[in-house]
């Protein structure tokens, strides 16, 4: 199968509302889809229910033991389109909370991805507990792949990511409105 050739099939997606959704649609707005939790995509797509599937979390590094084979890596891809890194996930928080609320929060995350930066084989080993399968050095692959220095601080680059992705999508009729993006 070939990217461009997913328009005549369902891909079997994690849910409406992720960035990865959001990437596909920006990549084949017409993409036919069904929401399947994302930790049965690739058993469903292994048993022909569906002829693709959309991978978050650990699937991404773990389809080839299954005998499926990568049809596009939306992250590379729109590092092609744009120059920028994909934005994959977000926290977010009500304005009406208050300037002062929002930093204590966002300082209070800042300082646990920090905590795990700083202390990578102890969070590693925390994080086995939810690891579905994969052995350390591939958890530790993954987790690298989202929390990271963009993780901590997304910088002038991320946020250009993040404001040109809802851009897009904006621009595509994907989402109904144009986003007002704030960084605390």
Request: glycine content about 8%; aromatic content about 10%.
């Amino acid at each position: 199968m070939q990217a461009r050739s997913l328009v005549g099939v369902t891909v079997a997606i994690p849910g409406t509302l992720t960035t990865a959704f959001l990437a596909l649609r920006l990549f084949e707005p017409e993409v036919k889809y069904h929401v399947v939790p994302f930790d049965e995509i690739l058993g469903e797509v292994h048993k022909g229910k569906y002829e693709a599937g959309l991978l978050i979390h650990e699937g991404q590094l773990t389809y080839r033991e299954m005998g499926l084979h990568k049809v596009i890596d939306l992250g590379e891809w729109w590092q092609e389109e744009t120059g920028l890194p994909l934005p994959l996930g977000g926290n977010v928080i009500k304005r009406d909370l208050g300037e002062k609320t929002m930093e204590r929060v966002s300082t209070d995350i800042r300082k646990s991805i920090q905590y795990a930066l700083d202390h990578r084989d102890e969070a590693l080993t925390y994080a086995m507990q939810f690891s579905r399968g994969l052995d350390p050095n591939r958890a530790d692959r993954f987790i690298g792949m989202y929390v990271n220095e963009l993780t901590l601080d997304y910088g002038a680059e991320g946020k250009k990511a993040v404001r040109r992705l809802f851009s897009e999508a904006y621009k595509k009729n994907i989402i109904p409105s144009a986003v007002k993006l704030e960084f605390v």
